[in-house]
């Protein structure tokens, strides 16, 4: 396992399966689209371990509290990494470097 989702894993932190959408809706896009060395992504919203759309859903401050907003963007993050490990092969490796890392930049501090 790589050192990344070892220390995801430390964290108690999950990277989903694919989204299950509800029953009869088809998604019309692509999660993740390669095109060269940069990975364009789109469409994520929080999701469940086994795939499913967590919920509440809704908007911080009228129907969601700040604390199930944190939760939601908190699952948001860990589905764009499971659509980037399940598009890349891996989160790790010269095919997962950031726009920061290209740059020469590493933790806010340059390199």
């Not at 509800?22 to 095109?35: E, H, S």
């Not at 129907?63 to 490990?85: D, N, P």
């Not at 890349?88 to 490796?93: A, I, P, R, S, W």
Request: net charge positive; hydrophobic share 40%.
């Amino acid at each position: 396992m790589p050192k990344i989702e070892e220390r995801m894993a430390a964290l108690g932190l999950v990277v989903p399966a694919t989204i299950k959408p509800p029953p009869g809706v088809v998604l019309p896009f692509q999660f993740v689209r390669i095109i060269g060395t940069r990975a364009l992504i789109s469409g994520h919203g929080p999701q469940n371990a086994d795939g499913s759309i967590a919920e509440p859903l809704g908007k911080v401050g009228r129907s969601l509290s700040v604390e199930q907003g944190y939760t939601a963007a908190r699952l948001t993050g860990l589905s764009i990494l499971g659509s980037l490990k399940r598009a890349l092969g891996d989160l790790v490796g010269p095919g997962c470097r950031s726009s920061f890392a290209q740059r020469g930049w590493n933790g806010g501090v340059a390199v």
